[in-house]
């Protein structure tokens, strides 16, 4: 009687398993920082805005929101310049 097919096939689950369960968990959870905040939409409908510190977020149905907008700053040269930025994370520092 051969139990090695039962117990290869067991450890193979088993490693898909904790694969999947590791990439939910890596999904499910966001660091926020201080100052900052992360606008979370469920299903594509705004549904919280994450404050500082470790938030868990329900995986694959809760995405964070991506932002673009316009940083202007003075140069040295006394111009200003305009550069687009992007991120899903929100400065609430005020400047």
């Not at 090695?4 to 904790?18: A, F, Q, R, S």
């Not at 890596?26 to 926020?32: D, E, F, G, L, P």
């Not at 900052?36 to 470790?54: M, W, Y």
Request: avoid cysteine.
């Amino acid at each position: 009687m051969d139990v090695t097919g039962p117990i290869v096939g067991g450890v193979i689950g088993g490693v898909v398993l904790l694969i999947f369960a590791t990439v939910i968990l890596a999904n499910s959870i966001y660091i926020v920082h201080q100052a900052e905040g992360i606008v979370i939409e469920r299903l594509g409908k705004f549904h919280a805005v994450l404050s500082s510190g470790i938030n868990f977020v329900v995986s694959f149905v809760d995405r964070p929101r991506q932002f673009v907008w316009q940083a202007a700053r003075i140069g040295t040269d006394g111009k200003i310049h305009d550069e687009p930025v992007t991120g899903d994370r929100i400065d609430l520092r005020e400047s």
